[in-house]
């Protein structure tokens, strides 16, 4: 008897015919305990979704943030490096050598400076040649700065052997030709 009192009813989506008793109530309509399932799922998925696209939102935020980071470190070593390059620039411009002005240098009044030369011009003339030069004429051109040999005749060069030598300024009074106290 129990059985003809049963009351069936059919599932609000798949249309199954169930036991009202097994029926699920959800927001008012009656599912099959299958669709209840199915729903769940369907919920869950959704929420599941929300959840990965709300994670890949994040993601993608942290992500600008990274690339905002790495532009602005970007931009901070470019401007460190061109600040370096203007700073080294300018430390080389510091060390750098004033330009050599095309002055003639007298070395006529410094024969101290001309016998440092002469002696560096011999010393050249030696390691090429493989002996010293027979006379200081032999210096220029090439051994000694140009405009150099017009010191020469101030100094006495005496070639000792093929490796000593002297070197002496004459002084002044003996090249004078016109000296007062000459030939005394
Ligand atoms: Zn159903």
Redesign the pocket.
């Known amino acids: 008897m129990k059985q003809e009192n049963a009351k069936y009813i059919d599932?609000?989506?798949?249309?199954?015919s169930?036991l009202e008793q097994c029926a699920i109530e959800e927001d008012g309509q009656f599912?099959?305990g299958?669709?209840v399932i199915n729903e769940t799922k369907k919920e869950v998925n959704v929420v599941e979704e929300a959840k990965k696209k709300k994670r890949e939102e994040e993601y993608e935020i942290e992500r600008q943030k990274l690339i905002l980071k790495k532009k602005k470190q970007g931009v901070i070593v470019l401007v460190v490096s061109v600040i370096v390059l203007i700073l080294s620039q300018f430390v080389m411009k510091l060390n750098q050598p004033e330009p050599v002005h095309s002055v003639t240098v007298d070395y006529t009044k410094d024969l101290y400076a001309a016998k440092s030369l002469i002696t560096i011009g011999i010393y050249k003339y030696m390691s090429e040649n493989e002996q010293l030069p027979i006379a200081l004429d032999k210096l220029a051109p090439g051994y000694v700065p140009i405009g150099l040999d017009e010191t020469f005749h101030s100094f006495k060069y005496i070639k000792l052997n093929d490796e000593l030598y002297e070197l002496e300024i004459i002084p002044p009074s003996s090249v004078s030709q016109t000296g007062e106290n000459d030939e005394e």
């Open positions: 599932c609000h989506i798949c249309g199954t169930i599912l099959c299958e669709c």
